[in-house]
């Protein structure tokens, strides 16, 4: 009895403990956190296409609602988030891959398709650069072919360029914002020999809004080398959670799954993109505000007489009409971070779309750099 009520007051002391200790825990990171935030505090961040706005309060909601969970590992969380994109994307639930952001089902495509006895890979030039580094670290052939004058993959080229291995379309594309015609986009997956895989990356798909756009993932049940990359870090807000998903048939699926490793999604990651489904304003309200701070933006630009790419997406190009490496370097110095240099577009700067009080922040500070 006596045994029995010491080891429930030790219990009861163990769990006060570590509830102190998660009261305690939080406070101390969250003050760290903090004083990087408030040492960044000056700093307009236009540099890395997050969006500015965050996740879904539904989304935040459901992270609170998990702490508990941080002990177990995600399993049957990831298949509430798998059942949910499939019938978002009308496929199956095996037709899905979740990843540690998009960035890992890039990852898996470079070490699964391409390398000494898959094959090259073929790219655009500019494009996103992550796929290219994996490719290369699993010692694979990158070839880069230049985009079109309208700053559209050029497609015959890179198909021309392919022998099994993988071609990466990014579209829209980043860092040129632009977009491939769907016609043109169907007419090379359709032509692509089975044995060369495509990656087709619809990271920025939410902001595109040209009727020359489309996604390709209802082409996946008709194509065995098509993979589809999606992610939850853009109009969702999560960059910094981390979690995406590629699209593809069960079987490449399949290939790419054995490369990964298990549950490298974490749950609060799955709680927030499973709540962000259930939110139907997150995706519409996303993107008017973009489209407000992007048109403002550009007008702006338009007036001071310097030309952008079109964009179809939460950044822009523009054409600084000089080197762009020191205008990044003057920017910064006026605490406005942009993109770095993409030196096919030596020229061109990419800048991220905050929200309108930053991007009036930028267009002060590209006024003074330029003047
Ligand atoms: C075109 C493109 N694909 C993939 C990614 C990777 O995104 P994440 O790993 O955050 O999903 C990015 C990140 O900026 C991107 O621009």
Known sequence: MNTISISRRNFAQLLSAAAAATLVRPAISFAKSTE?????AGIV????????????????????DSFG???????????????????????????????????????LCAETFTGPQNGKLVAADPTF???????????????????????????PKMLAAAKGGLIYVCNPNNPTASTTPKNELREFIANTPRETMILVDEAYFHYADSLEYESVIPLVKDHPN???????????????????????????????????????????????ATASLDDPDHVPNGQRLNSEAKAFTTSELDKMGYKQIPSQANFIMFDCKR??????????????????????????MRVT?????????????FRQTTA
């Open 129 to 155: 650069e992550a796929i290219l580094n994996n490719a290369t670290a699993n010692g694979a052939e990158v070839v880069k072919v230049p985009l079109t004058s309208t700053f559209a993959h050029d497609l």
């Open 226 to 272: 098509l993979i589809v990359s999606r992610t939850f870090s853009k109009i969702y807000g999560m960059a910094g959670l981390r979690c995406g998903y590629g699209v593809a048939q069960k079987e490449t699926v399949e290939r790419m799954r054995v490369q990964q490793m298990w549950d490298s999604v974490n749950c609060m990651a799955l709680a927030a």
């Open 353 to 365: 779309i905050g929200k309108k009080s930053e991007m009036e922040t930028f267009l002060s500070a």
């Open 36 to 40: 990087h935030v408030a040492a960044n």
């Open 323 to 348: 080197p762009v490496v020191p205008i990044i370097k003057a920017m910064k110095e006026r605490n406005v971070s942009v993109g770095r240099l993409f030196p096919a577009l030596p020229n061109h």
């Open 45 to 64: 961040r236009l540099s890395a296409n997050e969006n500015a706005y965050g996740p879904s309060p539904k989304a935040l909601q459901a992270m609170t």
């Open 69 to 107: 969970l941080a002990c177990r590992y995600p399993d049957e969380h990831n298949n509430v988030l798998i059942e949910k994109l499939a019938t978002l994307n009308a496929v199956n639930h095996d037709q899905i891959l979740l990843g540690d952001g998009s960035g890992e089902i890039l990852k």
